[in-house]
């Protein structure tokens, strides 16, 4: 069974804290992507990557940094977390091809972030 | 530009009657065209896309969704909704900067 697996189900953090959130495939595909989802807001693209140590801004990127060191790991980064970006977070992976126009992509459960 | 638009944001069906779900786009070029469902506190699935050929495209769970190149409508059908259909469905559409585009979510209710 394919899996994306995100380190945390529920987080709270305080204003300005620096946040980690990981995100691990094991389907060995190239592109994993972060989202951001807010009601009525849909999803929003943060980052994504479609290779080792190769990222690309999404819609959303201010305040949040990336990284892909191994294949199968895509960290995101809050450099200094604020009320704003309480949101629900989700990553998600697809196989082949640069980006991921024709393949469909996997989900993690995602990760609910609060920051107070 | 491009977009996808789900004009409903909430759809409401009988148990037992069909249901549709849908989805309109603007891309161009050819496009790639998926369904997902979310359940509640959970990651977004998979259900199904529409890459080439058949105009009808079958998916997870018994629905289906037809692609309609001249309306640039992909809308997604099942012809018995069940209570546990209910849950948040996206369409989207790859988009040629390599980035999918969402629509905003359309919330299924299957009432008993």
């Known amino acids: 069974d394919v899996k994306v697996t995100q380190s945390s189900r529920y987080l709270v953090k305080r204003t300005g804290e620096k946040v980690f959130l990981e995100c691990v495939q094991d389907?060995?595909?190239?592109?994993m992507f972060w989202y951001r989802q807010d009601p009525g807001l849909g999803l929003r693209l943060i980052y994504f990557s479609y290779d080792v140590k190769m990222k690309e801004k999404g819609d959303i990127p201010e305040g949040y940094s990336v990284s892909r060191e191994k294949k199968e790991r895509f960290s995101l980064i809050l450099e200094s977390a604020s009320t704003n970006q309480t949101s629900m977070y989700l990553c998600a992976s697809s196989g082949t091809g640069v980006g991921h126009m024709n393949t469909e992509a996997f989900f993690g459960q995602g990760t609910r972030l609060t920051v107070v | 530009a491009q977009s996808v638009a789900q004009p409903e944001d909430q759809v409401n069906v009988a148990e037992g009657n069909p249901l549709t779900v849908k989805c309109t786009y603007s891309v161009s070029g050819n496009p790639y065209l998926f369904w997902y469902v979310q359940y509640p506190n959970r990651g977004l699935q998979f259900l199904l896309k529409y890459i080439t050929g058949d105009n009808l495209v079958k998916g997870s769970y018994g629905f289906e969704a037809e692609f309609n190149k001249s309306q640039t409508s992909f809308h997604l059908k099942k012809p018995s909704a069940l209570v546990s259909d209910s849950a948040l469905y996206f369409c989207a559409v790859n988009g040629n900067n390599r980035k999918l585009i969402w629509g905003l979510g359309t919330s299924l209710a299957v009432n008993p």
């Open positions: 389907m060995d595909h190239e592109n």
